[in-house]
């Protein structure tokens, strides 16, 4: 008799979680809205926290800030942005690896400069600003593009709360036909702020074929702002004295 009392308990308990479900917006419904808010944004900035656990001895974590503006131009939409990054790569040994990177682009050239641990130093790459929106030439940086969720079967599970303000939360696995040479399984869970579809909070669970324990990739979007004046200094960059410069923009000799 417990047994079946127990039974019966999971059956109303799971068909009553179905029921709350059914009662959310589709995950369709939600990424839609992600995307035209995204679309819509004259200028977007947050922080980031990016936590990576590569290996049971390796962690990498990286602070970052980004930034975007958009503005039209004689018809034509100009998207400046700019991405200040920090990476730490820590080992059981205690040795902590650090490298610094910074992609500004005022619309014209976009601009890469790296800072490699050792003796490899600074490198600036130089580039002509592309057509691609920046949400595709960034994917994950920039919470808006379709390419963050395409392949994964995502579904609206439920809701959530962070720092008190309610998400919708969406959960799947990928399409098989779209695993990486390598990959057994990848799964997302994505939190969306309900107030105007910002996405505030992704992780990205993915299992080689040959590793016991999967890698799990954590990114949050702190102090986001949307619409709010930006410094113009942050689109201006001037390589480094000392930094050697590759430069894309010229004719190959």
Known sequence: MKARTFVLTILLLAAATCAYAADLPTAEEILAKVTAAWGAMKSYEADQQVGVVLQPNMTVTTTANTVMERSEKDGKTVEKFSIAEESVRRATDGKDEVSESRIVSDGTFRWRERRFPGDIGLRVWKDNAENTPIGLQFNGLFPGSALDWKDYHLKTVGEDTIDGQKMYVLEGT?????????????????????????????VLTMQGADE??????????????????????????????????????????
């Open 174 to 202: 990928i399409d098989p036909t779209a695993l990486v040479k390598g990959l057994k399984e990848s799964k997302m869970k994505v939190w969306v702020r309900q107030a105007d579809f910002i996405i505030r909070k992704r």
């Open 212 to 253: 016991d324990k999967p890698m799990v990739f954590t990114m949050e979007f702190l102090n986001v702002k949307v619409n709010e004046k930006v410094d113009p200094a942050l689109f201006v960059y001037t390589p480094p004295e000392g930094a050697k410069i590759i430069d894309h923009t010229q004719p190959a000799k």
